[in-house]
């Protein structure tokens, strides 16, 4: 058995803990509004918003073993900081969120293969035709489009210069994959899920999403850990949040940094 096949072992049997990373600021806000907002993001789930369909929205959260420094590099930057990791314990909360409802992420790529192989009579194995179209397709593809001034989808149509280069350069070798003849919207329909497949397949392994416009929280399956060492902070800011924080103490996880950044503020009321 593997390293990763040991984690995912004990992730399987132990509690559930997921995470879910926020900004400090966003974080107090949550608390006092009672939910975790949820977002649309790719997903074969719609909804009618407005009359057109729509992802539905949800929250991600990531597994323990997927919360390395490689994978928070992803979605923490400066304009996106995660000061705080939202603890959820998913036993728990289905217990008390009515028809609450995890879906792995990475199910993702397997309806986008499912839906492509259904739609276009594709026979053979999706796993290498998706491979070889993504190796030998998808370059071509994006190539054509930036030659093209290429700057958004509309532009596929409107485009004809765009329209007759991929016409030309890249359907031809997708024909040849998939073993046959497309018109121009179902070729370029059939990339564009291609894309969305290779977006989904391999960096967001290890992440669930909570299915719902928000969700709730409650004390009882929810914490706040303060992820970060915020002491360098101005002064004015960190007295605003270190208030607010002590206000919603029994929310937090009393680690480390949430002492030191405490601590901090008795020392200078002592001055």
């Known amino acids: 058995m593997t390293i990763k096949e040991l984690v995912e072992l004990n992730e399987a049997i132990a509690p559930r803990k997921l995470y879910h990373y926020t900004s400090l600021i966003n974080a107090l806000n949550i608390i006092d509004s009672g939910k975790i907002g949820g977002t649309r993001h790719y997903d074969?789930?719609?909804?009618?918003?407005?009359?057109?369909?729509?992802?539905k929205k949800g929250v991600s959260f990531v597994r323990p073993s997927m919360a390395n420094n490689d994978n928070l590099k992803r979605i923490t930057t400066k304009e996106?900081?995660?000061?705080?990791?939202?603890?959820?314990?998913?036993?728990?909360?289905?217990d008390k969120i009515r028809n609450f409802r995890l879906k792995k992420i990475n199910e993702q790529p397997i309806e986008i293969m499912d839906t492509l192989k259904k739609e276009y009579g594709i026979k053979g194995n999706m796993n290498k035709i998706m491979d070889?179209?993504?190796?030998?397709?998808?370059?071509?593809?994006?190539?054509?489009?930036k030659k093209n001034g290429y700057k958004r989808p509309y532009d596929l149509s409107s485009n004809e210069k765009l329209?007759?280069?991929i016409t030309k350069l890249v359907i031809p070798k997708l024909e040849k994959i998939l073993n046959r003849k497309l018109e121009y919207n179902r070729a370029v329909v059939f990339l564009k899920n291609?894309?969305?497949?290779k977006k989904w397949n391999t960096p967001r392994e290890g992440e669930e999403?909570?299915?719902?416009?928000?969700?709730?929280?409650?004390?009882?399956?929810?914490?706040?850990?303060?992820?970060?060492?915020i002491t360098n902070w101005p002064e004015r800011r960190k007295d605003l949040y270190r208030e607010e924080i002590k206000d919603k103490l029994d929310w937090w996880v009393m680690n480390d940094n949430l002492k030191k950044f405490l601590n901090e503020g008795k020392k200078n009321d002592n001055k």
């Open 44 to 55: 074969r789930e719609t909804e009618k918003v407005d009359g057109m369909d729509m992802p």
């Open 80 to 94: 996106h900081p995660r000061e705080v990791r939202i603890i959820l314990d998913a036993a728990k909360a289905s």
């Open 132 to 145: 070889n179209v993504i190796k030998n397709v998808l370059p071509i593809f994006n190539s054509v489009k």
């Open 163 to 165: 329209r007759s280069d």
């Open 194 to 197: 291609v894309e969305d497949y």
């Open 209 to 229: 999403r909570f299915m719902g416009k928000d969700m709730p929280i409650n004390k009882s399956y929810v914490k706040f850990e303060l992820v970060n060492d």
